[in-house]
């Protein structure tokens, strides 16, 4: 194991309040029904792939591909507001100190993350700096479970699949990184789940995984 690839929301930063936030004010506009039960199955899916969840319980006329983008849009722009309030105090100090570790361990780290929002949100945080590469929904056409995001970022790093250990939180994480053959550190959500190689507690718990190279 020679890198780390990290998912964003929920891993380095949690931004699920302003997902549900967004979708909501859409849903309600719409008057689709949405709670966070729903939420919960669009983590760590694309944008248009969620959109498509929240439509099953849609019953007006139907949409046009144009008006599902402006639907996504739409949200994004909600979301985007919100983001405007984050700042570097969003990633917590354990955070910052193992990804600062795990460089000085020679580990070299990326972002595999499905958010076309991912650079913006490190801005904020003040992380943009922080990635020997970035994999985001910018450079993907396919959304997780699909292992597209993770494998442009070990192409971006030069490093084979399976020398790549991917630290995630949500199933459909999980089963990305492993139908691209690497290890899969699950922490929340998937710390349980059973494809899950590593279980992590905490972000710091990564240190006992990966121990120094130099």
Known sequence: MKALIFDLDGVIVFTDKFHYQAWKQMADEMGIYFDEQINNRLRGVSRMDSLEIILERYEGAPLSQQQKENL???????????????????????????????RMRGYKLALGSSSKNAKFILEKVALSDAFDAISDGTNITKSKPDPEVFLKAAEYLNLPAGECLVVEDAYAGIDAA?????????????????????????????????????
């Open 72 to 102: 996504a849009e739409k949200k994004n722009e909600i979301y985007r507001n919100l983001l405007q309030t984050m700042t570097p105090s969003d990633v917590s100090d354990e955070v910052r100190e193992t990804m600062k570790e795990l």
């Open 178 to 214: 492993k139908a691209g053959m690497m290890l899969a550190a699950g922490i929340g959500e998937a710390e349980n789940y059973d494809k899950t190689d590593y279980p992590i507690h905490s972000f710091g718990d990564l240190l006992k995984i990966a121990k120094p190279l130099r």
